[in-house]
């Protein structure tokens, strides 16, 4: 199946093409000042009445006349549905994930939205997964799914970054960690003002998933898909913007044996297209689903290495 008829099957699995877009009415609710940077409170809409609450971590200094690289950070899910961006912009959660610190300290501004049934995108009548487990069934009764949902209010996101006047839109990348790591994989064919794409710990393919019985969040699932390709067949879309993914050869949520054949998929879709050394991974001996210090070293030096230049 070419590239081209894959990414028509892809389209239609998810449900189908995406909306126009609305007006984004981005409004800021308030700001904190800490140290070298400030993070906002935000809110822009996906579809009409359909705000997203975010925080933006900017770093001291930026301005419409000095612009930043930007980097949207998409949060991890854990079966915390009461955090989202608050873990990523450093205010609560695992001190590991507070990647949206680290990277606004790097010089980047940093986008950390809530995703659909996290923070305060939770319901007032269906408590934590049993909200995402709602939703996501009333996508599918739709036609759609929650990936197509989650790909689109990351859309948005990177239409809000592109207008904030201290981003440098020709400079965006966007990150994740678990869950995060499959918002990655799931937009980049979608988002090609992405210039670099990095996820950390996530990519279980459906053999893998079906050779272990895995339980998995909800946006890894698109209906009908496996007639036409598996995970590792989206992530080759990105081909040939920069991407870069990390794994723990011990994670059981993405099974290191499904891993190596992925990876090795996606760099021939690279080599392909003559960006062979635009995709690159990293498989850390004896670790599991986590951010070390060496997956971390990797994620900021891609970022360095395409959004700075």
């Known amino acids: 199946m070419s590239l081209a008829t894959f990414r028509e099957k892809l389209l239609a699995c998810l449900g189908g093409p995406w909306p126009d877009p609305t007006p984004l009415r981005p409004r800021t609710l308030h700001s904190v000042q800490c140290e070298g940077y400030r993070i906002e409170s935000v809110t822009y809409e996906v579809e009409p009445d359909d705000p997203v609450p975010a925080l933006v971590l900017v770093p001291d200094g930026m301005s419409p006349t000095a612009p930043a690289p930007a980097i949207a950070v998409w949060h991890q899910h854990n079966g915390q549905w009461h955090l989202g961006k608050s873990e990523p912009a450093g205010l609560a959660g695992d001190p590991s994930q507070h990647t949206g610190v680290a990277l606004v300290r790097e010089g980047y501004v940093v986008l950390c939205p ?44 990177i239409d809000y970054l592109c207008a904030r006047p201290e981003v440098r839109p020709q400079r965006i990348g966007c990150y994740g960690h678990s869950m995060g790591s499959t918002h990655t994989w799931l937009v980049g064919p979608w988002e090609t003002r992405l210039q670099c794409l990095v996820g950390n710990c996530c990519l279980p393919t459906y053999g ?29 879309l990105i081909a040939p ?51 070390s210090d060496a997956m971390w070293t990797r994620v900021r030096d891609v970022f360095a290495r395409y959004l700075r230049a």
């Open 114 to 157: 809530d995703a659909l049934c996290f923070e305060e995108r939770q319901s007032p009548h269906l408590a934590g997964g049993d909200f995402e487990r709602f939703e996501f069934l009333r996508y599918v009764v739709a036609g759609k799914c929650m990936a197509w949902k989650n790909i689109l209010d990351m859309r948005r996101a």
């Open 208 to 236: 893998a998933i079906h050779r272990c019985h895995l339980l998995h969040c909800f946006p890894n699932f698109i209906p009908g898909l496996y007639a036409f390709g598996d995970t590792p067949d989206i992530a080759a």
């Open 241 to 291: 913007r920069p991407l870069h993914l990390n794994f723990g050869e011990d994670d059981t949520g993405s099974p290191i044996e499904e891993v190596r054949t992925a990876v090795q998929q996606i760099a021939a879709a690279y080599a392909a297209q003559g960006a062979a050394d635009k995709f690159t991974y990293f498989i850390e001996p004896q670790t599991g689903h986590v951010l």
